[in-house]
């Protein structure tokens, strides 16, 4: 009796830690309750940047003033909330929380260009405040920073309307 107890603890144990390893992979770590997630990398003075090298051959050149997305075809206009479009200079990581709080998180290569909607305020993470420029409802947002600069978060915009 006592070893059929101890090998169904075990079990469970068991059980327990391949759900927490398995359910690590699909979400983020501000979305577990209960569990400690990593942060974000850190620049730290001194050490190599955290973005990876640039290509050799130099970014394409960014316009003076940035010109917004046409919209997909058959994709209904937004009436009311927020665009947010990065434009990257350098590759970038970079994590967009949404309002329903959906996030997407991905190393965008240089020269590449990604558009998020949002109903309410944006919440960014960026690896590489230097290499990456955002626009706003069609409106350039000053440089976040320098190049391998860590901005862990970053409310677009910062006042609702």
Not at 17 to 43: C, F, K, N, Y
Not at 97 to 117: K, L, N, S
């Amino acid at each position: 009796m006592l070893v059929s107890f101890i090998l169904l603890v075990v079990l469970g144990v068991a059980l327990f830690a391949l759900t927490l390893v398995l359910q690590s992979g699909r979400e983020a770590p501000e979305d577990r309750r209960g569990a400690r997630g990593t942060a974000p990398p850190v620049a730290v003075p001194g050490a190599p940047p955290l973005a990876p090298p640039a290509p050799t051959s130099p970014p394409p050149a960014m316009p003076a003033t940035p010109q917004p997305l046409p919209a997909a075809p058959g994709t209904p206009p937004r009436q009311s909330g927020y665009r947010l479009v990065a434009r990257t200079i350098e590759p970038t990581w970079i994590r967009v929380r949404m309002e329903d709080g959906r996030v997407v998180e991905e190393t965008i290569p240089a020269g590449q260009v990604r558009e998020w909607f949002s109903p309410v305020p944006f919440t960014l993470t960026v690896g590489n405040a230097g290499g990456i420029a955002l626009e706003l409802n069609g409106r350039a947002l000053p440089p976040l920073g320098a190049s391998g600069v860590v901005i862990p978060r970053l409310v677009v915009p910062t006042e609702s309307p």
